[in-house]
């Protein structure tokens, strides 16, 4: 790395410049060409549909990947980013989507996993940076507390602490508000206004335009690993809301989506819970439930948190939310539904019928499917083709097989069907599953477990990941197959999917279901929130 004695910086000089970089791995290019430049004492926001090349750039300035070709300058001074380490050195905190907080371990023990630079650590030094960045981001933040028992909006200030336990010039913060209530990402906006009034350089990666348009100086707009739109801070403070949406969804999409899509996509990109029409208070009175759980609970588990005496009823044509901090018991609560854990107490009925004792088989017979959030490893057999994926949950049963074999026409002919009906993007049925794209192999998911005669279907995080078009895709299906009498359990991390989706929305807290909300007002989010938010709130 260039020395940085060499140069001088001016206020002129950005804090960083990014030119002409070029990255790729076997068969894609994820950063192609790509020149930005990063000012002090503003919010630069980068937006773009997942496989844009955002990621590839943060781990490039995260130290984790080195560029193929082009120059990076910290400073002015031409800069070679070769590890995490280096990266922090220079003053480059970054903040991932999701937690890196060890739970277990105390806020203070959490920041402190970086300090090697003796053999003995500081605490009392350690408390005292820690007041530091509290006052800087005008949050509370308790040092003596558990990170598993802070609220999502009170993680979030730790890994911005986290990030600048060493002094920071640059804050990368990768979607903050994906998971936060609407409280917390007002605590969050809070504090990156509190950090660019100190001349801290944030860049902020989002798909919201609203939240970008709201804490943003400038946005720079990146389309298959290419920068293809830039608005600079000056155009930004003479056009209005409207205005910025046109130019992003203009550069993200251009002629690829009719005007139908691109008015659902303006919705989803909006990224406003308040733009949500208030959902149509559906009765199920006199109706019985299609499922219910009875204080079911799940065993102890090492390594995942159990479900602890849950009860819920779900109706024929409701779609029951699940919301809460990712991992406090969702996989658990799924995979009781599903047939995949037997529960160590209470009841599952299907239908008034007691179901408890029934594998995934049996469920499955029965009507009971489950969308799994492990598309990859849990949800298909990669290395099988397309068409066998479509019917594997169907294996024995005619007319897909015949004395013991598969009927391969029988097969490719179902699969072909949904492959249609579902807009599967496939070369052909007998491609191998695992070289289609997750938004592809998310389709064949809910392809296969859609058919046959479903009752209730869990949905486990079913947009994760997936680029915006697609997600809108989901979304109806899921929507459409409630609207046709089915039931849904709904496990999302995402509040504006739950509240888009859902008729009531529960917290799932620890393992134990701790409150329920009607999603009959326009501010559900607002109230699914309280629930949500911690003793001490950020």
């Known amino acids: 790395m ?8 001016t ?9 002409h970089i070029t990255k790729t791995f076997p068969g894609v290019i994820a950063n192609n060409d790509i020149s930005l430049d990063i000012e002090r004492g503003q919010v630069h926001c980068l937006l773009g549909e997942n496989g844009a090349g955002k990621s590839t750039l943060i781990s490039i300035l995260a130290g984790m990947q080195q560029p193929d070709e082009g120059l990076i300058e910290f400073e002015g001074v031409k800069t070679n980013i070769t590890s995490p380490r280096n990266s922090m050195d220079l003053g480059i905190g970054v903040v991932y989507q999701h937690s890196t907080l060890i739970s277990t371990m105390t806020v203070l023990e959490n920041l402190m996993l970086g300090d090697t630079g003796s053999v003995r650590l500081d605490r009392k030094g350690a408390s005292a940076r820690l007041a530091e960045l509290s006052e800087l981001l005008g949050s509370k933040i308790q040092g003596s507390a558990l990170a598993s028992d802070l609220a999502l909006g009170q993680q979030q200030q730790v890994e911005i602490a986290k990030a600048m336990w060493k002094g920071s010039k640059i804050l990368i913060l990768d979607e903050p508000t994906s998971m936060l209530t609407p409280q917390a990402i007002s605590g969050l906006e809070r504090s990156v206004a509190r950090l660019k009034n100190q001349g801290l350089a944030i860049v ?27 608005i600079s801070a000056e155009e930004m403070q003479r056009s209005s809301e409207e205005q910025v949406r046109s130019l992003v969804l203009g550069a993200m999409f251009g002629d690829d989506i009719d005007a139908a899509g691109k008015s659902e996509i303006a919705e989803e990109i909006s990224g406003s819970v308040e733009s949500h029409r208030v959902r149509p208070d559906k009765s199920f ?12 609970s799940s065993a102890e588990s090492m390594t995942e948190t159990p479900v602890r005496e849950a009860s819920l009823q779900i109706y024929p044509g409701e779609v029951l939310g699940v919301a809460g901090i990712d991992g406090h018991g969702q996989r658990h609560l799924a995979e009781l539904v599903a047939g995949q854990r037997k529960p160590s107490n209470g009841k599952v009925l299907l239908d008034g019928e007691d179901i408890s004792g029934l594998g995934v088989r049996g469920r499955q017979r029965l009507g009971i499917r489950y969308v799994t959030d492990d598309r990859m490893h849990e949800g298909i057999v990669g290395d099988l083709s397309v068409a066998v994926n479509l019917v594997l949950k169907r294996i024995g049963a005619a007319p897909f097989w015949k004395y013991g074999r598969m009927n391969r026409s029988a097969v490719e002919e179902e699969a072909t069907s949904l492959v249609e009906l579902f ?28 058919t046959d005669e479903p009752k209730v279907v869990v949905f486990n995080k079913p947009t994760y990941g997936l680029d915006l078009k697609t997600v809108s895709k989901v979304r109806a299906i899921v929507k459409n197959f409630a609207g046709e009498g089915g039931s849904v359990l709904l496990i999302s991390t995402d509040l504006d999917e739950l509240v888009e989706l859902s008729d009531r929305i529960i917290l799932i807290s ?11 007002s326009p501010h559900t989010a607002e109230r ?11």
């Open 204 to 230: 902020f990666i989002t798909h919201k335009l609203r939240e970008a348009y709201s804490v943003g100086d400038e946005i720079t707009v990146l389309r298959q690993g290419r920068v293809v739109k830039n």
């Open 528 to 538: 699914v929130g309280e629930l949500m938010l911690g003793p001490e709130a950020a």
């Open 2 to 9: 260039a020395s940085p004695d060499t140069h001088s910086p």
């Open 423 to 450: 807009d599967i993007r496939s070369p052909s049925v007998q491609t191998r599953a695992g070289t289609l794209s997750g938004g592809n192999i998310q389709k064949l998911l809910l392809a296969r477990e859609l």
């Open 510 to 520: 620890n393992g134990r279901l701790a409150g329920e909300v009607r999603n009959d």
């Open 11 to 19: 206020a002129s000089t950005p804090v960083l410049s990014i030119r």
């Open 285 to 296: 009175s006199g109706l019985a439930p299609a499922l219910v759980l009875d204080g079911v």
